[in-house]
T-cell receptor, first 114, second 114 residues
Framework: DAGITQSPRHKVTETGTPVTLRCHQT?????MYWYRQDPGHGLRLIHY???????DKGEVSDGYSVSRSKTEDFLLTLESATSSQTSVYFC?????????????FGQGTRLTVV | AQKITQTQPGMFVQEKEAVTLDCTYD???????LFWYKQPSSGEMIFLIY??????QNATEGRYSLNFQKARKSANLVISASQLGDSAMYFC???????????FGTGTSLTVIP
């Protein structure tokens, strides 16, 4: 199994509070991704990183920011949590940008905003 | 823009029978990769199979095969000899020529009936 750890695994937070989710990898993969999974929407990309301090937005990036100061860590921050951000969040990693390189996923973080 | 469409929200199959899960994609890229993932009720995302746009043979991995029809832009997953453990959500995904992002469909829920 790819070495990807997400923390926390579960979190309940109040509307308006900031929240940070962490993704840690031991594979030294270049690409890291944050997705959210919601019923009927599949997985939607929030942000991704293609190297240390190199990040870009995905299709649902509003209200989220990311940082990658080390190869192994990719942080997702909800600046002011809203109920619409209640979701399951997945981190994924990929060794390269080649089209034939698969993504490996973490176990997911279930976030509830009340 | 890349898009993945999975039109079957739910499917049922008898144990030991074969089942086909549909996936169509839209891209203007010449080079791309197609992937299938399995998500059991426990929540993790498991990579199953990969097909490259230039691959002339359909990909196979054990009981999984990918029926790739490039002209129709379809990449259907075929599971042979279904087992109870195949009950899960299945996601089709694509990675385009510039390779940064993975695009996912909305998934198909497969239930294997004893």
């Amino acid at each position: 199994d790819a070495g990807i750890t997400q923390s926390p695994r579960h979190k309940v937070t109040e509307t308006g509070t900031p929240v940070t989710l962490r993704c840690h990898q031991t594979e030294n993969h270049r690409y890291m991704y944050w997705y959210r999974q919601d019923p009927g929407h599949g997985l939607r990309l929030i942000h991704y990183s293609y190297g240390v301090k190199d990040t870009d937005k995905g299709e649902v990036s509003d209200g989220y920011s990311v940082s990658r100061s080390k190869t192994e860590d990719f942080l997702l921050t909800l600046e002011s949590a809203t109920s619409s951000q209640t979701s399951v969040y997945f981190c994924a990693i990929s060794e390269s940008g080649w089209v034939n390189t698969e993504a490996f996923f973490g176990q997911g973080t279930r976030l509830t905003v009340v | 823009a890349q898009k993945i469409t999975q039109t079957q929200p739910g499917m049922f199959v008898q144990e030991k029978e074969a089942v086909t899960l549909d996936c169509t994609y839209d891209t203007s890229d010449q080079s791309y990769g197609l992937f299938w993932y399995k998500q059991p009720s426990s929540g993790e995302m498991i990579f199953l199979i990969y097909q490259g746009s230039y691959d002339e043979q359909n990909a196979t991995e054990g009981r999984y095969s990918l029926n790739f029809q490039k002209a129709r832009k379809s990449a259907n997953l075929v599971i042979s000899a279904s087992q109870l453990g195949d009950s899960a959500m299945y996601f089709c995904a694509m990675r385009g020529e510039y390779g940064n992002q993975f695009y996912f469909g909305t998934g198909t829920s497969l239930t294997v009936i004893p």
